[in-house]
């Protein structure tokens, strides 16, 4: 009984050094044991070079999706009150020839709301593509076992058997 406790304490502490790696729900931020990290500060937390890769992907999706997306929210924004305000029309008189003209200006407002909307169309799905590769990025991370200097040694001695554990 003593040496089956033993035993467990043993892998007890051994799974007690693995680190999870958790991601706040906004996506910015990612915690590592208990210490909360920016996501700028990836590359001295990560090990795995794929996770590094994948949230380099993400990070630089989403910073596309953010330039795109405050793009369209001005073009919708400049647009929609020109779109949404009288006519431009007038009457405009002529001194050379003394007549009375109308005239009707034609009105950018709607081209400009359906830019913005296309490009904010376009800025959502990279927005997601974004968050997803950096959700795989901290899964491939949490999931990297990096080569360690821990090691289980059996020996074998004249009275019987030893087990130690090296660190």
């Known amino acids: ?81 020109n779109a949404l305000s009288e006519k431009n029309s007038g009457i405009y008189y002529n001194a050379d020839t003394g007549q009375m003209i109308k005239f009707k200006g034609k009105k950018p407002g709607w081209t400009f709301v359906g830019l913005g909307i296309g490009l904010v169309a376009v800025a959502v799905p990279l927005a997601i593509i974004g968050n997803k590769k950096v959700k795989k990025g901290v899964q491939a991370e949490n999931s990297f076992e990096p080569k360690s200097q821990n090691y289980y040694q059996f020996n074998f001695t004249g009275d019987g058997l030893a087990l130690s554990y090296n660190f």
Not at 40 to 60: C, H, L, M, T, V
């Open 1 to 81: 009984m003593k040496k089956i406790s033993i035993l467990f304490t043993i892998l007890l502490f051994c799974f007690s050094f693995s680190q999870q790696i958790t991601l706040s729900k906004s996506g910015r931020r990612f915690e590592v044991s208990g210490v909360e990290y920016k996501m700028s500060e990836y590359k001295q937390q990560f090990q795995n070079p794929a996770a590094k890769s994948y949230i380099k992907d993400g990070r630089g999706l989403k910073t596309t999706a953010n330039i795109i997306g405050f793009a369209g929210g001005i073009l919708i924004g400049a647009g929609l009150p």
